[in-house]
């Protein structure tokens, strides 16, 4: 699947190969030639994954991590940091300032995109494309079904995207306002009751696989994925 990756690189002829080769691999890329431009693109609309390079005119990208995982809206961002640093104390330094993974210059461009896949399945495995099963319910990205067995489920594409959130973040609680962020984008100013809308929804599509129990609503918090039955009173 494709994914939104901002690309903090201050040399032109490196950033134009890293973006013309991640485009080639089916990722959206958007640039920033500094930390300071890069700060203001996460304000507007937040990446699947940054690629950052160390050395930066200004703010430097180690800094730039620093911000991102100290900022509650921004920490959950995976990081893979990019710089001609080999030393061991350096690749330290980077991944205790929070990157997820850390790729020395010169890299070939199969290394990199394999080395953006596995970071996004483990930090966010909804922007993958593997197939994801629980419960009953199997769901494939790339060729956007959902099934219940050998029946098909029917669903809009923000029931779909919801689905694949919360089936690649089973058991745990989102609030209306987190789900907001991870399905429609946190740049998409909406109410958070639109959540209920498409929750609803979806429970109704699957109703006739008897797979809606799947969704369910923890009062006062918000919903979650569990093929355990549900707390009563929960």
Known sequence: MAANILLVEDEPAIQELIAANLGRAGHHVVRAGDAETAQRIVRDALPDLVLLDWM????????LARRLRADERTRAIPI???????????KVAGLEMGADDYITKPFSPRELVARIKAVLRRRAPQATEDPVALGGLCLDPATHRVSAGERPVALGPTEFRLLHFLMTHPERVHSRAQLLDQVWGDHVFVEERTVDVHVRRLRAALEPVGQDGLIQTVRGSGYRLSAQPAVAGV
Do not use: K
């Open 56 to 63: 930066l005119p200004g703010m430097s990208g180690i800094e």
């Open 80 to 90: 893979i940091m990019l710089t001609a640093r080999g030393e061991e104390q350096d």
